[in-house]
């Protein structure tokens, strides 16, 4: 296979995504498959590799994500270097940003040595939902090409990055899930994946290209994680 050209499987799965399922205002719905997403993630953290890192064919950990200790807080640090954010966000936001972050600096160690699957992008468009079975059930999960090894809670701030706890419409149904399908969830886990989910936004706003309205979308989500997580005083 060596002399192939670049080519794609590709398979069918009926359903429409959980983001089209969200927009029907269905409580009931979005319940069921917020629930079914907490199994199918808590499935996926089942496949471990022998240390964190990003992934190659294989699959397999090629390296890992930075070396030495706070790996998280240091990632912010880098990208809290890059013009485009600076421009993209006031030095007040970005101040408390890495302030909070190295607040949880010694509880994110603990997860420094977690190294199941991570989807990377563990988001409603990028899951597919279908009713069978008489509930709403996850089809199937698509787009990989952000996986790594690492943490899960990685994922869980992903998918609940817009649950708001005034107007909570994916919890507590997907921890609940997530659980019962035998996932692990630390002390504080809501709080550490919303750090997490913090350096990934971070590292979004470091970017080129971004039109102007998902600029603003992610500032402002970044500024609220920001204000209402705990941090120094």
């Known amino acids: 296979m060596e002399d192939a050209p670049p080519f794609v499987m590709a398979r069918y799965l009926e359903g429409i995504t959980f983001r089209e399922l969200k927009r029907s205002g269905d409580a009931e719905a979005i319940a069921e498959a917020s629930y079914s997403a907490g199994q199918i993630l808590a499935s996926i953290?089942?496949?471990?590799?022998?240390?964190?890192?990003?992934?190659?064919?294989?699959?397999?950990?090629?390296?890992?994500?930075?070396?030495?200790?706070?790996?998280?807080?240091?990632?912010?640090?880098?990208?809290?270097?890059s013009p485009n954010l600076h421009r993209r966000m006031t030095a007040e936001v970005r101040d408390r940003t890495h302030e909070v972050v190295w607040f949880w600096a010694a509880e994110l160690g603990s997860l420094e040595a977690e190294s199941c699957l991570v989807h990377g992008d563990f988001g409603k468009r990028n899951l597919l939902v279908r009713r069978f079975a008489g509930k709403w059930n996850v089809a199937g999960v698509l787009d990989w090409e952000f996986a790594v090894s690492g943490s899960a809670l990685i994922d869980l701030g992903h998918f609940l990055r817009y649950e708001r706890a005034m107007h909570p419409r994916l919890e507590p149904h997907f921890s609940a899930g997530y659980l019962h399908a035998g996932g692990n969830l630390p002390k504080n886990w809501r709080q550490l994946a919303r750090v997490l989910d913090i350096a990934s936004l971070w590292e979004s706003l470091t970017h080129d290209e971004l039109p102007d309205d998902v600029v603003t979308e992610l500032v402002e989500l970044v500024s609220e994680m920001a204000t209402c997580l705990p941090g120094p005083e």
Do not use: N, Q
């Open 45 to 81: 953290g089942r496949i471990t590799f022998p240390k964190p890192g990003w992934l190659a064919p294989g699959p397999k950990v090629v390296r890992t994500m930075l070396e030495g200790a706070d790996p998280v807080p240091r990632l912010v640090d880098l990208y809290l270097a």
